[in-house]
């Protein structure tokens, strides 16, 4: 922490919290794609007392992902939530443009785990996890009953449908100008079926494992509301079983921790509405859809020099995982990998260029991490996921290309370099090209799978065959 953030933050705790002493520590948790979270620990006359402090990286604009609310807006809905019994932080304060901290807000410091891979294996949590998915539904259930009107955030709030979700997916993943077929037939297949009616209501946007906070008890905190919106609000059961979010777990479809039957009873126990396993598809394979395209803005945001960040290209590389999840939901069948075999040394030259990035990746995730604070071992862990991912595309790139290549020839009829190609098979299938083509689906099927064997071959798709 510098000296400035440290002087302005004191300045403000002294402020604004009675009885106030002195700053002790400023911890920077995370820093994500636009926001920050930090845990400050300070005194005042009983003590030491900690909070959460919340707030847009200087560098950023409005939310980290696409359609996120301003913050000030996430606070208003932190506190909507506590009046209709959601579990959550309490808000203290809401930073203001005098404050000299940009935006964001302090709020209750609340202890429990948030990590979703902890969540998943921890022998704490061994004895509530059973009873997640129900729970989740309950709250879920409350959620979308909160009256956004009465509290004027109704105006505030984007309002979008079904429809205009998957179209303005599809536009944000257009402006970013590159061939990716599975995308496009996704977005084809899910505007072939589009939900028939759909309620209206507050949906959370990003309730997930992960933006959950458990203890022994139970969830203790709904976090991170910066894609509320009024919508349908099926969503939020959808994106709560998106395989990205079952953290390695495919076997329990909810958040890697639960049945869809539990799910769906807590949330007929509290809202009384009944939902069918069936009516979860569409929004399943549209999280997966959204969080493919995400993943690729988040890349181009880092390309563009917008927000710098050693994190967001290696997040750029998760596409492939929601493709395959897309792919697994739609098109399931077999595929053929890279062998995990395979020489590094594909050549004479001592060291090949693999083998100097697998050399550097490993000095990096073992050696390096052990000796550096939590937050820049994280970074050093992303920083060997990155080399590692240029290693693997040194070392099966060429031959996954050439492969692509003549399969794209055969499926199209026509020759060209492999960009070309993929840009042919975008426009066909934006020209209506049946999505029941012979060789498309088998087409689609390897090249996403043989992409993600570089991006990340341990992720859980790539376990169905």
Same mark, same amino acid.
């Given at each position: 922490?510098?000296e400035a953030f440290h002087n302005t933050l004191t300045a403000l705790l002294a402020r604004e919290i009675s009885d106030f002493k002195?700053?002790?520590?400023?911890?920077?948790?995370?820093?994500?794609?636009?926001?920050?979270?930090?845990?400050?620990?300070?005194?005042?006359?009983?003590?030491?007392?900690?909070?959460?402090?919340?707030?847009?990286?200087?560098?950023?604009?409005? =939310?980290?992902?696409?359609?996120?609310?301003?913050?000030?807006?996430?606070?208003?809905?932190?506190?909507?939530?506590?009046?209709?019994?959601?579990?959550?932080? #309490?808000?203290?304060?809401?930073?203001?443009?005098?404050?000299?901290?940009?935006? =964001?807000?302090?709020?209750?410091?609340?202890?429990?785990?948030?990590?979703?891979?902890? /969540?998943?294996?921890?022998?704490?949590?061994?004895?509530?996890?059973?009873?997640?998915?129900?729970?989740?539904?309950?709250?879920?259930?409350?959620? #979308?009953?909160?009256?956004?009107?009465?509290?004027?955030?109704?105006?505030?709030?984007?309002?979008?449908?079904?429809?205009?979700?998957?179209?303005?997916?599809?536009?944000?993943?257009?402006?970013? @100008?590159?061939?990716?077929?599975? /995308?496009?037939?996704?977005?084809?297949?899910?505007?072939?079926?589009?939900?028939?009616?759909?309620?209206?209501?507050?949906?959370?946007?990003?309730?997930?494992?992960?933006?959950?906070?458990?203890?022994p008890d139970g969830i203790n905190a709904v976090l991170d509301w910066e894609l509320a919106h009024i919508g349908d609000p099926l969503?939020?059961?959808?994106?709560?079983?998106?395989?990205?979010?079952?953290?390695?777990?495919?076997?329990? &479809?909810?958040?890697?921790?639960?049945?869809?039957?539990?799910?769906?009873?807590?949330?007929?126990?509290?809202?009384?509405?009944?939902?069918?396993?069936?009516?979860?598809?569409?929004?399943?394979?549209?999280?997966?859809?959204?969080?493919?395209?995400?993943?690729?803005?988040?890349?181009?945001?880092?390309?563009?020099?917008?927000? &710098?960040?050693?994190?967001? &290209?290696?997040?750029?590389?998760?596409?492939?995982?929601?493709?395959? @999840?897309?792919?697994?939901?739609?098109?399931?069948?077999?595929?053929?990998?890279?062998?995990?075999?395979?020489?590094?040394?594909?050549?004479?030259?001592?060291?090949?260029?693999?083998?100097?990035?697998?050399?550097?990746?490993?000095?990096?995730?073992?050696?390096? $991490?052990?000796?550096?604070? &939590?937050?820049?071992?994280?970074? $050093?862990?992303?920083?060997?996921?990155? /080399?590692?991912?240029?290693?693997?595309?040194?070392?099966?790139?060429?031959?996954?290309?050439?492969?692509?290549?003549?399969?794209?020839?055969?499926?199209?009829?026509?020759?060209?370099?492999? @960009?070309?190609?993929?840009?042919?098979?975008?426009?066909?299938?934006?020209?209506?090209?049946?999505?029941?083509?012979?060789?498309?689906?088998? #087409?689609?099927?390897?090249?996403?799978? =043989?992409?993600?064997?570089?991006?990340?071959?341990?992720?859980?798709?790539?376990?169905?065959?």
């Amino acid at each position: 922490m510098n000296e400035a953030f440290h002087n302005t933050l004191t300045a403000l705790l002294a402020r604004e919290i009675s009885d106030f002493k002195t700053l002790e520590r400023c911890e920077q948790l995370s820093a994500g794609a636009s926001q920050e979270t930090y845990r400050i620990t300070y005194s005042d006359g009983r003590g030491e007392q900690r909070l959460a402090l919340r707030r847009a990286q200087p560098t950023a604009t409005t =939310g980290s992902s696409v359609g996120a609310i301003d913050l000030a807006t996430e606070a208003r809905l932190f506190q909507l939530a506590a009046s209709g019994g959601i579990p959550g932080p #309490h808000i203290h304060y809401v930073l203001r443009a005098d404050d000299g901290l940009g935006s =964001g807000f302090l709020m209750q410091w609340l202890d429990g785990e948030t990590l979703g891979q902890r /969540i998943n294996r921890s022998e704490e949590l061994a004895a509530i996890r059973p009873h997640l998915a129900r729970q989740c539904g309950e709250i879920l259930g409350q959620l #979308h009953a909160l009256d956004v009107t009465a509290e004027g955030l109704s105006s505030t709030l984007p309002q979008v449908d079904p429809a205009e979700l998957v179209n303005e997916t599809w536009a944000y993943y257009r402006e970013l @100008d590159v061939p990716v077929p599975m /995308i496009d037939y996704t977005w084809r297949w899910l505007c072939d079926n589009l939900p028939q009616a759909s309620r209206h209501c507050l949906v959370h946007g990003d309730f997930r494992n992960g933006n959950l906070m458990v203890t022994p008890d139970g969830i203790n905190a709904v976090l991170d509301w910066e894609l509320a919106h009024i919508g349908d609000p099926l969503r939020d059961l959808g994106w709560l079983c998106v395989n990205s979010w079952r953290f390695g777990n495919r076997e329990l &479809p909810v958040g890697g921790f639960g049945e869809i039957d539990d799910l769906l009873a807590g949330y007929q126990a509290t809202s009384g509405v009944t939902v069918k396993h069936e009516e979860l598809l569409f929004w399943q394979v549209f999280g997966s859809f959204w969080w493919a395209m995400a993943t690729l803005q988040m890349a181009n945001a880092w390309r563009t020099g917008e927000t &710098p960040s050693l994190e967001r &290209p290696v997040i750029g590389r998760r596409s492939s995982e929601a493709q395959m @999840d897309c792919v697994n939901l739609l098109i399931p069948g077999a595929f053929t990998l890279p062998s995990p075999d395979s020489p590094l040394s594909q050549g004479t030259q001592l060291p090949m260029p693999a083998e100097l990035l697998s050399g550097a990746r490993d000095f990096l995730k073992q050696d390096v $991490a052990a000796t550096l604070d &939590p937050m820049n071992a994280f970074l $050093a862990r992303v920083a060997a996921n990155s /080399i590692g991912i240029a290693q693997r595309e040194l070392q099966h790139g060429e031959k996954l290309a050439r492969a692509e290549s003549e399969r794209l020839r055969s499926l199209l009829g026509t020759e060209g370099e492999l @960009d070309a190609l993929r840009w042919q098979l975008v426009h066909q299938l934006r020209a209506e090209l049946p999505l029941d083509t012979p060789g498309l689906a088998e #087409h689609l099927r390897q090249t996403v799978a =043989g992409q993600l064997a570089i991006d990340q071959p341990r992720y859980s798709a790539l376990q169905v065959t």
